[in-house]
């Protein structure tokens, strides 16, 4: 009862956001995401225990870092003084896919699937594509939808992964219920929307793959933006937020994030789409 008020209080159900009328039969059919609208709104994004004693994560193709993302760095603990949670407000509604891009949607547009895990199938999220091949991915998508796709700012998806509660995932607190993770698996992605999605209607928000956002990496908050633009760095490194097949479970709070180098591939990092609502 609690899950629909809030879904049908914050998140309209898009079924397609392109320019052409035809219905969404499948993922794999179909250029057009389907999406749900964040509503404006405030929230506290972050978590004062969710990075504590950071370490390097290792993933297939490297070293992911939640302080620098270079490979075999040490990774700084928290500095004193750092800042762990922001207040954040959401000046705008926006869309969000409810699920990750998928194989079938990335062959759709760019004329091949770069995916380690192709055998899942047109319907799993696709994978081994850098920060930098996401953005041309939406670059052609735009062109040739009419629309303006993009990635989200760590914000707008911190916001949608809490969906208006403080649950320790993205979706809950029970993490084999919303997520594919190291533990349920078997060393592999699984097709999208196939666990429980969250109060808005978003799935996959933690697991099955972690999911590339705008903002450039930062070990901590100071010197945020509070209003749900990206926050632009120096250097390669983007961050990933959500999770993977690969993690453990303390990696999968709804709060952990860590930096990735940008030109880089991972078997377990893909990405969404949202829209800024005009």
Known sequence: MIKSKLQNLFAITLPTLCLLAAPL???????????VVIHAG???????????GRKPVEIPGGTMLGGTSMLFSIVPQPKLGSKETLQVKIPKPFAICTTEVTQGQWRSVMGSNPSEFYRCGDDCP??????????EFIK??????GKQYRLPSEQEWAYACQAGLKSEFCGGNELDTVAWYQRNAENTTHPVA???SNAWGIYDMSGNVWEWVEDGW???????PTDGRPWTGEGPNRVVRGGSWFSDAPSMHGARRFG???????????????????
Request: glycine letters at 4%; one cysteine or more; charged letters at 30%.
């Open 25 to 35: 039969q499948s993922r794999a059919e179909t250029d057009c995401p389907e999406m």
């Open 140 to 145: 052609r998508l735009n062109a040739r939808t």
């Open 260 to 278: 990735f180098n940008q030109a880089e591939r991972s078997n377990n990092i893909g990405f969404r789409l949202v829209k800024t609502i005009q």
């Open 194 to 196: 196939r666990k429980h």
């Open 126 to 135: 696709v994978e081994s594509v850098s920060w930098n091949e996401a953005k």
């Open 42 to 52: 405030s929230f506290e994004m972050g978590a004062p225990k969710a990075n504590a």
């Open 218 to 224: 930062h070990e901590d908050f100071n010197g945020a």
